[in-house]
């Protein structure tokens, strides 16, 4: 059970350690603090070792010899002041985390397989009444319009233009829709609007494509991947995108708008949608989307897998990225991890600055379509890109790759907090 104290600011309410490291926290407190702690670890059998002795319960001082992990399991911190005074009580789940291929390849982000989605109505203006033809053939927000005339649907251009075909040899247009678990065929007259000189069905439709961003990891023996490192959110409603239809593809960066003060810049990227796809979207979350790719990734700077970090193993100091700023070509880039944020947080786990003179040539520093770009720090997955600072381009944050891996319970399952087999 997690118990958030005052001091969750300062020290998460769970900790990932490695087995085989030392078991240890308390340093982030503020010093006056930090100076009269003491750590009370308790484990359900003999988990840890500390002096050549093996311990189920051991009280002992930070920064002095810390006890060891020897075993994946569950262990129940508590921090007490003066020795008895409690302060926060934590859970260390004790992991062997898998090792996993970078990213850093471009991937576009299909919100559904097939078609394009309702996302409004607006009327039909005809001779000063309003129509809404598609609302009376039972078409409403959310579902999906898969087919039109037989033809597969890909994009609100090709839809239109069908709608236009029928429109204008007064004929009912078929349409194949995808609403909610059902799949239904519906009957829609195309009415001509004053206002724009075109048919219309009264619906604001929306393409497959949420844009373009950066594959973060892929783990060979589950198949899994992950990307972006942060959720994809529909800003304008306040939710998110359910994208359990979704599916990821191929990308390719056609060009850059290079960010400056005030103004992000971004990747322009583009994909040939289905005709390209590579995997499966199955979680959108806070850390990240994830999924199973249909066929090993490829790196050509680490062609074999490398290990993850835990967020206690990142440190201030060099690192680099993995991206692609032009076509496929996937390139390397210096940066500096600033600082390692401590305590929970909702994926910003350090603050990163581009050091690199090539890609601040480039891309005046972090951009959107950046976003998953893998993090690596002495030979280890770190975590990824996330965020840019709207007022310097050349700074942003990072999630840890821990959590990103959590998410998928390739490092152990937060439901019932076990080990993952």
Not at 20 to 36: A, M, Q
Not at 310 to 333: C, D, H, S
């Amino acid at each position: 059970m997690c118990v958030y104290s005052a001091w969750h600011n300062f020290l998460p309410c769970r900790q990932l350690v490695k087995v085989g490291d030392e078991i240890t926290t308390g340093r982030e407190l503020p010093e006056p603090i930090s100076r009269n702690i003491t750590l009370h670890l308790r484990s359900a059998n003999d988990s840890f070792s500390a002096g050549g002795n093996n311990y189920r319960e051991l009280t002992f001082t930070p920064g002095k010899a810390a006890p060891v992990a020897l075993k994946p399991g569950r262990l129940e911190m508590q921090i007490r002041l003066f020795g008895f005074v409690p302060l926060h009580r934590m859970t260390v789940n004790v992991v062997t985390p898998p090792r996993v291929i970078p990213g850093g390849h471009s991937i576009g982000i299909l919100t559904h397989s097939d078609g394009v989605v309702v996302v409004g109505e607006a009327p039909v203006l005809k001779d000063g009444e309003k129509y809404f033809p598609a609302r009376i053939a039972g078409i409403s927000i959310g579902d999906i319009i898969m087919e039109a005339n037989g033809v597969k649907i890909q994009s609100e251009s090709q839809l239109q233009e069908i709608i236009d075909q029928s429109g204008s040899k007064d004929k009912y247009i078929i349409l194949l829709v995808k609403h909610g678990d059902k799949t239904v065929k519906k009957k829609v007259k195309p009415v001509l609007c004053d206002k724009t000189g075109r048919f219309r069905v009264g619906l604001f439709i929306k393409g497959a494509a949420a844009g373009v961003g950066t594959m973060t990891f892929y783990e060979p023996q589950s198949g899994i991947y992950g990307a972006l490192g942060h959720i994809i959110a529909d800003t304008a409603r306040g939710r998110t995108i359910n994208l359990q239809n979704g599916r990821i593809v191929d990308a390719s960066v056609k060009d850059l708008h290079p960010g400056r003060k005030g103004q992000p810049g971004e990747k322009l990227g583009i994909f040939k949608g289905n005709n390209d796809i590579i995997g499966s979207i199955e979680k959108n979350t806070p850390h990240g989307i994830f999924g199973h790719l249909d066929q090993d990734l490829v790196n050509s700077f680490y062609t074999r897998p490398i290990p993850v970090a835990m967020k206690y193993q990142i440190q201030a100091g060099p690192a680099e990225i993995l991206t692609v700023l032009r076509g496929n070509k996937l390139e390397k880039f210096s940066i500096h991890i600033e600082k390692v944020i401590t305590g929970d947080n909702q994926g910003k786990d350090m603050i990163i600055r581009v050091t690199d003179p090539a890609l601040l040539n480039r891309s005046g520093g972090i951009i959107q379509g950046m976003s998953g770009s893998p993090i690596i720090q002495n030979g280890r997955l770190a975590g990824a890109v996330t965020h840019v600072f709207i007022n310097d381009p050349t700074q942003g944050y990072g999630v840890a790759a821990e959590n990103m891996l959590t998410e998928v319970n390739l490092i152990y399952s937060k439901k019932n907090e076990n080990i993952a087999s």
